[in-house]
């Protein structure tokens, strides 16, 4: 057993030297060395990948219209199928965007994105404004109006400059009404100043709902919580079928300085490298280099999501979104963030 031990014991010791000195770049030539960086912007022959500014909240897809909707913390953009941007409107703080909707909720009206040439439809009425209105009353009046809008609408807890509470919003008869309620869209199917028999069955917001994409490989969605398949607040939205055609392969990397050692030694566990990157789509190549993390006896770091489209409308759209994440901060600057792919406009 000590036998097998010490060899186990030296293998391991032969591997860390290996890994110290014998630089993974025998394959690294000047051509590589010319590969551009991300932020830079790189194309392949017919495709260009492109860089979108701004912190990305969440990216979703009609499958109907067929276009894209990208909200940043500065604004929100609709991309059409080719993703190309057709309209754009400045973030606002009262700004919000129910889940997997196309509506922007204003604080004087709604934006629906998936118009043509979507403009502000202010509310027709607005009730409740004041807070004082019987709460039986407003509840019976959600209830009626519910039963007849084509759209509803459940906005989030206002903030307390608007009041507190919360507000349901109704398309009704090509009209937006809003009610002011102090009950969440939860509270109301368990409304306790109801009597049992006049008690809301359920309520649920109602409009076409748009679709996330996916990095399969890594189970990662493009809505606000980037969630994983482990963890999904509305399961449904996430029943669709997603598969990766996008290839990321590393062609060499050079290693510069240590990122973390060996506590009380200068001995490297780990190491920032700077990398060369082929990354392959639809028969054909794009090139680029950046840093990363390189631990000891373990492959690169990736901190890449190639997020697509479902199976089943990959085509109506060969755009895809690229999304480099950096928890280290250790890329080459500015090119954390996210990136379309989208074919070149000539």
């Known amino acids: 057993m000590d036998l097998i031990l010490k060899l186990v014991a030296g293998a391991a010791i032969l591997a860390i030297v290996i890994e110290l000195t014998l630089p993974f770049n025998l394959f690294r030539n000047k051509r590589q060395e010319a590969f551009p960086f991300l932020k830079n912007g790189i194309s392949s022959a017919t495709f260009e990948i492109y860089p979108l500014r701004g912190i990305i909240h969440a990216i979703t897809y009609d499958t109907r219209a067929r276009y894209f909707i990208v909200s940043r913390n ?3 953009l609709k991309l059409d199928h080719d993703g190309q941007i057709v309209f754009q409107i400045q973030r606002q703080p009262s ?20 118009q043509t040439s979507p403009t502000l439809a202010p509310f027709a009425r607005s009730i409740n404004d004041d ?3 019987d709460p039986m009353y407003v509840h019976e009046t959600i209830k009626k109006h519910y039963d007849i809008a084509s759209v509803v609408l459940f906005s989030k807890e206002l ?12 398309y009704v008869n090509n009209e937006w009404i809003r009610i002011y309620t102090e009950k969440s869209r939860s509270e109301l199917n368990y409304a306790d100043f109801f009597p ?13 709902r748009l679709v996330p994409l996916k990095d399969e490989k890594e189970k990662v969605y493009s809505d606000h919580q980037r969630e994983g398949d482990w963890y999904r607040v509305n399961p449904d939205d996430y029943r669709m079928k997603y598969s990766r055609s996008v290839e990321l392969k590393a062609l060499s990397y050079k290693r510069e300085n240590a990122f973390s050692t060996i506590a009380f030694t200068d001995i490297p566990l780990s190491w920032i490298a700077h990398a060369y990157y082929k990354l392959s789509y639809q028969q054909e190549t794009f090139y680029f280099q950046e840093k990363t993390i390189k631990p000891i006896l373990r492959p690169l770091q990736q901190y890449y999501h190639m997020l697509e489209l479902p199976v089943d409308y990959k085509h109506q759209s060969s755009v895809w979104f690229l999304v ?3 928890p280290f901060n250790v890329t080459e600057s500015d090119s954390k963030g996210t990136y379309i792919v989208r074919k070149k406009a000539y």
Do not use: H, W
């Open 74 to 76: 500065t604004d929100i």
């Open 95 to 114: 700004f919000e965007i129910p889940t997997f909707s196309p509506y922007i909720i204003a604080s004087n009206g709604i934006y629906d994105l998936s």
């Open 131 to 133: 807070r004082m209105t």
């Open 159 to 170: 903030s307390f400059a608007e009041g507190r509470g919360y507000c349901v919003y109704f």
């Open 196 to 208: 049992e028999e006049k008690k809301a069955t359920s309520y649920f917001s109602r409009y076409q």
């Open 324 to 326: 480099l994440d950096d």
